[in-house]
């Protein structure tokens, strides 16, 4: 936590956390806690995303990518600065919901799937490509004339928690955090894939910087995501907050 200190002006990880504690007090979570991630819940975050998220996200779903124990080690470095809210079951203390969170600067390399040295399959670049096709477009850093922001991953509440609007409060409460670790008008940017997902964001107010749409997507001349159905394609939405 020291090098996010000094990279992007966070307060110490002693108030970061404390601020989580009285986000997750105001809230109406019966049962349940927002809690900050951590070192020690590392292998939980990426066990639930891996059991609980990429199954139904249309794109993973769509490739046919499945997490196996290199894809772990790489979502655990990906997520290394311990920023992403995680949803609690006071019951079982199991993550049950989660909101990643990364902090990106411009010298930063934070991304654990992008630079990853290792071959990671074809169906995974093919994802990466996808989402990075519109990059040169989508420069947040110019968009906004920043040195940084935080970059919204993977939203999502194990299925059987789904329909009680946790996503929607999980997602309030990233906002209030980011409003208060110490960062001037923080900016954000997010790649919702599913239209659940993209009607959250809305909700809050976000603005749709592109759409990209599924179909349309070709790699060899063949269409590289399909059978994703209602779901059409993935809008990239930004924020910045003051």
């Known amino acids: 936590m020291d090098n996010l200190e ?8 002693d108030k970061l956390k404390k601020i989580v504690e009285e986000i997750s007090q105001s809230l ?6 927002i809690e900050l991630a951590s070192d020690e819940r590392s ?11 990429f199954g139904d996200e249309p794109i993973t779903k769509s490739l046919g990518i499945e997490i196996d124990e290199m894809g772990r080690n790489m979502l655990k470095q990906r997520y290394a600065q311990n920023l992403s809210l995680l949803l609690i079951c006071d019951k079982t203390n199991e993550v049950i919901g989660c909101r990643t969170i990364i902090m990106k600067s411009q010298t930063s390399s934070v991304d654990g799937v992008r630079n990853s040295p290792v071959d990671l399959g074809q169906r995974i670049m093919t994802a990466m490509r996808f989402l990075s096709q519109k990059d040169a477009e989508m420069d947040i850093f110019e968009y906004y004339n920043v040195n940084c922001f935080a970059h919204f991953i993977n939203l999502g509440v194990r299925n059987d928690f789904r329909k009680k609007g946790l996503a929607t409060k999980l997602m309030g ?14 900016c954000i940017k997010v790649e919702c894939s599913s239209r659940y997902s993209q009607r959250i964001c809305e909700k809050f107010g976000f603005t749709l910087l592109h759409s990209l749409l599924y179909d349309e997507y070709l790699e060899n001349g063949k269409v590289a995501i399909s059978n994703t159905g209602d779901d059409k394609c993935c809008n990239v939405y930004v924020k910045q907050l003051n």
């Open 173 to 186: 409460a990233a906002l209030q955090f980011l409003k208060q670790i110490g960062l001037d008008n923080p």
């Open 6 to 13: 000094s990279e992007f002006g966070l307060k110490p990880r």
């Open 43 to 53: 292998d939980d975050l990426v066990e639930f995303l891996a059991t609980h998220f």
């Open 28 to 33: 109406d979570l019966e049962d349940m806690h």
